[in-house]
């Protein structure tokens, strides 16, 4: 990536993170949030002269906020590039592929049969099992209904096992009442779960994330077909599996601690890919800044368009991203034809 693009694509994600820093329900004097982030920056003092209560908002409650909304949505965006890499369809996408409806379906699961109680590192793991089944899964059933279909063939296979497995979810939400509410507000998308949760997905955003990017090269390689790959020394199978692991994982990890948010895994990637070109050299890590300054900016829009009440950001994300998904399929569909 030339300096320029790196730049810019940094300034972007800043400034939105700093947006989000900003802007809330809460008022909490502009001036003094800059003279805090000031303040925290090493070798500077500067009194921000925010109160306690306004300290605490900006510390617990929006600092984490915007971090969850940034690894997640880099998490989702990234996943969704690792995808179309692996499959060669510029249509896959975590959600669209039945990943994150399996990564649901057993974060459900976790949380139904254990009541809640389940274990911190108990989540991300369930979410990975049902991550990487649901891919295959869809991957196995698109398959099976061969390449006549094109491009689409995988989508619609992931739309079906999307719903399927959303249909076992539903039917376990039912065998716990009383944590209904709890599950459909997570559903529905939510970041705002303070600094556990950006500790809790730390660590899986970051093996996943370095995997993928290390695998940048690979994929360009295996953009131009097997037969070439293989000529050229490399091993297909293996780098599909070790993509598919780490986009699974990355998506798991994202569902565990954000619930279902769709969509930014097609916008983010193809949006790249139009501004920048196809290498996934450069579209992995632009899609890892573009997808956390495009959740960031959504979870400012879910927070304050009704404030003080909240909008679930999965909500905004499907307002820009079914539009977005529609013109990507006619692009598509030509491009076939």
């Given at each position: 990536?030339?300096?320029l693009v790196t730049?810019?694509?940094?300034?972007v994600l800043?400034?939105?993170?700093?947006?989000?820093l900003?802007?809330g329900?809460?008022?909490?004097?502009?001036r003094?949030?800059?003279?805090?982030?000031?303040?925290?920056?090493?070798?500077?003092?500067?009194d921000?002269?925010?109160?306690?209560?306004?300290?605490?908002l900006l510390t617990?409650?929006?600092?984490?906020?915007?971090?969850l909304?940034?690894?997640?949505?880099g998490l989702?965006?990234?996943?969704?590039a690792?995808?179309?890499?692996?499959?060669?369809?510029?249509?896959?996408?975590p959600?669209?592929?039945?990943?994150?409806?399996?990564?649901?379906?057993?974060?459900?699961?976790?949380?139904?049969f254990?009541?809640?109680?389940?274990?911190?590192?108990?989540i991300?793991?369930?979410?990975?099992?049902g991550?990487v089944?649901g891919?295959?899964?869809?991957y196995?059933?698109?398959?099976a209904?061969?390449?006549?279909?094109?491009?689409a063939?995988?989508?619609?296979?992931g739309?079906?096992?999307?719903?399927?497995?959303?249909?076992?979810?539903?039917?376990?939400?039912q065998?716990?009442?009383e944590?209904?509410?709890?599950?459909?507000?997570?559903i529905l998308g939510?970041?705002?779960?303070?600094?556990?949760?950006?500790?809790?997905?730390?660590?899986?955003a970051?093996v996943s994330?370095?995997?993928?990017?290390?695998h940048?090269?690979?994929?360009?390689?295996?953009?131009?077909?097997?037969?070439?790959?293989?000529?050229?020394?490399l091993n297909?199978?293996?780098?599909?599996?070790?993509?598919?692991?780490?986009?699974?994982?990355?998506?798991?990890?994202?569902?565990?601690?954000?619930?279902?948010?769709?969509f930014?895994?097609?916008?983010?990637?193809h949006?790249?890919?139009?501004?920048?070109?196809?290498?996934?050299?450069i579209?992995?890590p632009?899609?890892l800044?573009?997808?956390?300054?495009?959740?960031?900016?959504?979870?400012?829009?879910?927070?304050?368009?009704?404030?003080?009440?909240?909008?679930?950001?999965?909500?905004?994300?499907?307002f820009?991203?079914?539009?977005?998904?529609v013109?990507?399929l006619r692009?598509?569909?030509?491009?076939?034809?």
């Amino acid at each position: 990536m030339s300096p320029l693009v790196t730049l810019s694509a940094v300034g972007v994600l800043l400034a939105s993170m700093l947006a989000g820093l900003l802007v809330g329900a809460a008022g909490i004097a502009p001036r003094g949030v800059m003279l805090q982030l000031l303040d925290w920056l090493p070798f500077v003092s500067a009194d921000s002269g925010l109160a306690p209560v306004e300290l605490g908002l900006l510390t617990e409650l929006r600092l984490p906020r915007v971090l969850l909304a940034a690894i997640v949505g880099g998490l989702l965006a990234i996943a969704g590039a690792g995808y179309q890499g692996v499959f060669r369809n510029p249509l896959a996408d975590p959600y669209l592929l039945g990943a994150a409806a399996g990564a649901g379906l057993t974060t459900t699961a976790a949380i139904v049969f254990t009541g809640g109680d389940v274990e911190a590192i108990g989540i991300p793991a369930a979410a990975f099992v049902g991550a990487v089944g649901g891919v295959l899964l869809a991957y196995a059933l698109g398959s099976a209904a061969g390449r006549g279909g094109g491009t689409a063939t995988l989508v619609l296979a992931g739309v079906a096992v999307t719903s399927f497995l959303t249909a076992i979810q539903t039917f376990l939400q039912q065998l716990r009442v009383e944590e209904l509410q709890r599950i459909y507000a997570w559903i529905l998308g939510d970041v705002g779960g303070g600094w556990g949760q950006v500790t809790l997905v730390a660590p899986y955003a970051a093996v996943s994330v370095a995997v993928m990017l290390l695998h940048g090269r690979l994929l360009d390689v295996l953009s131009v077909g097997d037969d070439e790959a293989v000529t050229l020394g490399l091993n297909a199978a293996r780098v599909r599996l070790v993509v598919l692991l780490a986009a699974s994982l990355a998506t798991a990890a994202a569902v565990a601690v954000s619930g279902l948010i769709g969509f930014v895994g097609i916008v983010v990637p193809h949006a790249v890919r139009r501004l920048a070109g196809a290498s996934y050299r450069i579209v992995l890590p632009l899609s890892l800044v573009g997808g956390a300054a495009f959740l960031v900016l959504a979870d400012l829009i879910a927070r304050t368009v009704l404030a003080p009440a909240e909008l679930p950001i999965g909500v905004v994300t499907a307002f820009v991203g079914a539009p977005f998904f529609v013109a990507v399929l006619r692009v598509t569909r030509r491009v076939e034809t």
